[in-house]
């Protein structure tokens, strides 16, 4: 028995399972918790606050409407998103009321799994990514010592399904517009990464109180750097995509109007603001504008920005002020 | 009484017959109902809304989730209260057929137990002894108390440590494999080791600090 092990040996619980789940039972039915009906988000992502959730999801819909933006015809394969640029698109709760995800429209295949892993220290991870990782040259008082993980390249092909997008219409009791014949079965390649996150906790988390789910608490700061996604068609038109997602229910006139709005669609990246959380604002971070996102309870902020082909972001239970602090004496 | 008879005997007949049915049909939901009472206290009919599948994952992992918690808080109802919180989170987001229900409630239980053991903490130490006494057997109450108390000021080490560090442990001796902690802690299985020595190291700091 080593050291350790006995200075954690305890003696072995005696558990009643079936009382135990009697009990569980009994919360369950005065909670009036429901379980889940259908596949919930893999672990690391159910990690993930509902705040980021909400937020990914959004990106899905604001980058899926993006590309309807984008104009020109492609023959073969072609770059129709390459973002050089990020823009806020303020959205709400309603603008995305029943909006399908992106899986109701066709398969979604990985050719390189989105798999992050943890590294030992910046170098590994800057030698494993291929990228120049910054690190803040200062940090707020309490931020203990970084965690690396790092996401390889992930490439997916998206291939659109009439029958699948039939199906989930179906299943949510709606008759989908028709699916133009020749957009059924045509793909999308999507690129994105590789990424460094780096995770700052201060030892604490915020929700200690008994009974306060694991991962409530975020850590206290997040330095993310990554290549941003690039999306290439392998001959959808434009036109067709326009008038074809437009009409799928569930994305708002205000929403859709707002995307069509952005400028050079095909190089800004949409960053979805949920605005009844959250708010933005545009700040300069590292001599380039970028967007600064603090959550509307005043616990958290974020700063997002581009800069020489790589998307940055600072995030953390921390006040707008320490954020773009850290954002800027990163080097 | 050929027409009477038979008549009035048949209406009796169809009474009794009826009474009958209905004692038996009574005789045999409350047999029924003081079964399902019984399974129920014994925890083995579902209940309403609560899949087949998540009572046999609740099962097979309620134990191991108990003494990862157990490990960590050294108090058996406190264990039990982190176990509850684990799978109630789980029943709540998950399917109970995922493929990564055993682990993610392996480090949902690490996670939530050592949440417990800061919130311990942060009230001071008296408390913690005092929470710890409890669960600490032994027939002389001094004795009692020094086990309370060494145990403490062990846990009190882990609640320092990071996060990671202090699951690593937590897992690891609860009798986790190397491939299970990895699987848990989203970690690479080769680093483990590496990763489990610096968590001791930093552990045995702690202590003799």
Same mark, same amino acid.
């Given at each position: 028995?080593?050291?350790?092990?006995?200075?954690?040996?305890?003696?072995?619980?005696?558990?009643?399972?079936?009382?135990?789940?009697?009990?569980?039972?009994?919360?369950?039915?005065?909670?009036? #918790?429901?379980? !889940?009906?259908?596949?919930?988000?893999?672990?690391?992502?159910?990690?993930?606050?509902?705040?980021?959730?909400?937020?990914?999801?959004?990106?899905?819909?604001?980058?899926?409407?993006?590309?309807?933006?984008?104009?020109?015809?492609?023959? /073969?394969?072609?770059?129709?998103?390459?973002?050089?640029?990020?823009?806020?698109?303020?959205?709400?709760? *309603?603008?995305?009321?029943?909006?399908?995800? %992106?899986?109701?429209?066709?398969?979604?295949?990985?050719?390189?799994?989105?798999?992050?892993?943890?590294?030992?220290?910046?170098?590994?991870?800057?030698?494993?990514?291929?990228?120049?990782?910054?690190?803040?040259?200062?940090?707020?008082?309490?931020?203990?010592?970084?965690?690396?993980?790092?996401?390889?390249?992930?490439?997916?092909?998206?291939?659109?399904?009439?029958?699948?997008?039939?199906?989930?219409?179906?299943?949510?009791?709606?008759?989908?517009?028709?699916?133009?014949?020749?957009?059924?079965?045509?793909?999308?390649?999507?690129? &994105?990464?590789?990424?460094? !996150?780096? %995770?700052?906790?201060?030892?604490?988390?915020?929700?200690?109180?008994?009974?306060?789910?694991?991962?409530?608490?975020?850590?206290?700061?997040?330095?993310?750097?990554?290549?941003?996604?690039?999306?290439?068609?392998?001959?959808?038109?434009?036109?067709?995509?326009?008038?074809?997602?437009?009409?799928?229910?569930?994305?708002?006139?205000?929403?859709?109007?707002?995307?069509?709005? #952005?400028?050079?669609?095909?190089?800004?990246?949409?960053?979805?603001?949920?605005?009844?959380?959250?708010?933005?604002?545009?700040?300069?971070?590292?001599?380039?504008?970028?967007?600064?996102?603090?959550?509307? /309870?005043?616990?958290?902020?974020?700063?997002?920005?581009?800069?020489?082909?790589?998307?940055?972001?600072?995030?953390?239970?921390?006040?707008?002020?320490?954020?773009?602090?850290?954002?800027?004496?990163?080097? | 009484?050929?027409?009477?008879?038979?008549? !009035?005997?048949?209406?009796? &007949?169809?009474?009794?017959?009826?009474?009958?049915?209905? #004692?038996?049909?009574?005789?045999?939901?409350?047999? +029924?109902?003081?079964?399902?009472?019984?399974?129920?206290?014994?925890?083995?009919?579902?209940?309403?809304?609560?899949?087949?599948?998540?009572?046999?994952?609740?099962?097979?992992?309620?134990?191991?989730?108990?003494?990862?918690?157990?490990?960590?808080?050294?108090?058996?109802? +406190?264990?039990?209260?982190?176990?509850?919180?684990? %799978?109630? *989170?789980?029943?709540?987001?998950?399917?109970?057929?995922?493929?990564?229900?055993?682990?993610?409630?392996?480090?949902?239980?690490?996670?939530?137990?050592?949440?417990?053991?800061?919130?311990?903490?942060?009230?001071?130490?008296?408390?913690?002894?005092?929470?710890?006494?409890?669960?600490?057997?032994?027939?002389?109450?001094?004795?009692?108390?020094?086990?309370?108390?060494?145990?403490?000021?062990?846990?009190?080490?882990?609640?320092?440590?990071?996060?990671?560090?202090?699951?690593?442990?937590?897992?690891?001796?609860?009798?986790?494999?190397?491939?299970? #902690?990895?699987?848990?802690?989203?970690?690479?299985?080769?680093?483990?080791?590496?990763?489990?020595?610096?968590?001791?190291?930093? %552990?045995?700091?702690?202590?003799?600090?």
């Amino acid at each position: 028995m080593s050291d350790i092990e006995d200075m954690l040996s305890v003696p072995d619980p005696k558990v009643d399972t079936d009382r135990a789940l009697a009990r569980l039972r009994a919360r369950v039915k005065a909670e009036r #918790i429901t379980p !889940v009906t259908r596949m919930a988000a893999p672990p690391r992502r159910a990690a993930v606050s509902g705040w980021l959730k909400g937020l990914s999801a959004a990106a899905t819909v604001a980058l899926v409407a993006t590309l309807l933006t984008v104009s020109g015809l492609a023959e /073969t394969i072609l770059t129709i998103f390459e973002p050089k640029q990020i823009v806020a698109v303020p959205i709400t709760s *309603s603008d995305l009321s029943g909006a399908s995800s %992106f899986d109701a429209y066709g398969a979604l295949t990985w050719t390189e799994q989105p798999k992050p892993y943890d590294v030992p220290d910046v170098r590994t991870a800057a030698r494993e990514s291929g990228m120049t990782v910054l690190v803040p040259g200062n940090l707020p008082a309490g931020v203990g010592a970084p965690r690396y993980g790092v996401m390889p390249k992930t490439t997916a092909t998206f291939t659109f399904s009439a029958e699948k997008a039939r199906q989930a219409a179906a299943a949510q009791k709606r008759t989908p517009p028709p699916m133009p014949a020749n957009m059924d079965g045509s793909k999308l390649f999507i690129t &994105g990464g590789p990424a460094v !996150v780096a %995770f700052y906790d201060d030892g604490t988390t915020p929700t200690g109180a008994s009974g306060a789910s694991p991962f409530t608490g975020m850590p206290k700061l997040i330095v993310a750097q990554g290549k941003p996604p690039v999306v290439q068609s392998d001959g959808v038109t434009v036109d067709q995509l326009q008038s074809y997602l437009l009409q799928q229910p569930g994305i708002s006139p205000q929403l859709a109007a707002q995307i069509r709005a #952005i400028k050079d669609p095909s190089s800004t990246l949409p960053v979805p603001i949920p605005v009844d959380m959250a708010t933005s604002k545009k700040v300069t971070v590292q001599g380039v504008e970028g967007i600064c996102v603090g959550d509307s /309870t005043g616990l958290g902020s974020a700063v997002i920005w581009q800069k020489d082909g790589i998307v940055y972001g600072v995030a953390g239970t921390l006040t707008e002020q320490q954020v773009l602090a850290v954002a800027n004496s990163l080097h | 009484m050929t027409r009477g008879g038979p008549s !009035v005997g048949g209406k009796a &007949g169809w009474a009794t017959i009826g009474r009958r049915r209905h #004692i038996w049909r009574f005789g045999g939901a409350l047999k +029924e109902e003081m079964e399902v009472a019984e399974r129920l206290r014994l925890g083995t009919v579902p209940g309403p809304g609560m899949p087949p599948a998540f009572e046999e994952l609740f099962r097979r992992e309620y134990p191991r989730v108990v003494a990862i918690a157990h490990r960590v808080v050294a108090d058996v109802a +406190e264990a039990e209260d982190v176990a509850q919180d684990v %799978f109630v *989170s789980f029943y709540r987001k998950h399917p109970a057929d995922a493929h990564y229900a055993a682990p993610w409630l392996c480090a949902a239980a690490a996670h939530t137990a050592l949440n417990v053991l800061r919130s311990r903490e942060r009230r001071g130490k008296r408390d913690a002894v005092e929470a710890l006494r409890r669960d600490a057997q032994a027939p002389d109450p001094a004795q009692a108390a020094e086990t309370a108390e060494t145990r403490s000021e062990v846990r009190a080490v882990l609640a320092r440590l990071p996060e990671r560090s202090a699951a690593l442990l937590a897992l690891r001796y609860s009798g986790l494999s190397y491939e299970e #902690i990895a699987a848990a802690l989203g970690l690479r299985q080769s680093s483990i080791g590496t990763l489990l020595r610096r968590a001791e190291d930093a %552990f045995r700091k702690e202590v003799t600090r």
